[in-house]
């Protein structure tokens, strides 16, 4: 299999594609679902939340903290986590905008 050419595509085609796989993870949904609900910084409870390993729910941590979704802070010798707000209004942006370019369902599709 070929490397993607990013070049081919348009930025917002990028980053709408980089949202779409940093979402694609039931973890990660689960997570962000977590964070949207304590609404506070989270260090280190998500392994009793989730039930899954801490170098699982990390490396979900990873990629959700790559695409500017969340942001950690150091407290002591822990990185506490929570939803990076302007990010999550960015992404809502860029989904309604990308739905709303869609035709309505029906018409002459087969």
Not at 26 to 36: D, G, M, N, S, T
Not at 60 to 89: D, F
Request: neutral net charge; proline residues 5%.
């Amino acid at each position: 299999m070929g490397i993607t050419k990013s070049e081919l595509f348009t930025k917002k085609q990028n980053e709408l594609a980089a949202m779409a796989k940093a979402l694609a993870h039931p973890a990660r949904i689960a997570i962000l679902q977590h964070l949207l609900k304590t609404q506070s910084c989270v260090c280190g409870s998500l392994v009793d939340t989730l039930g899954l390993a801490q170098p699982t729910i990390s490396q979900h941590l990873k990629e959700l903290k790559n695409v500017g979704l969340i942001q950690g802070n150091i407290e002591g010798t822990s990185v506490c986590y929570c939803i990076n707000p302007k990010a999550w209004e960015e992404y809502m942006e860029f989904f309604t905008m990308f739905f709303k370019e869609l035709p309505q369902p029906g018409g002459n599709c087969c």
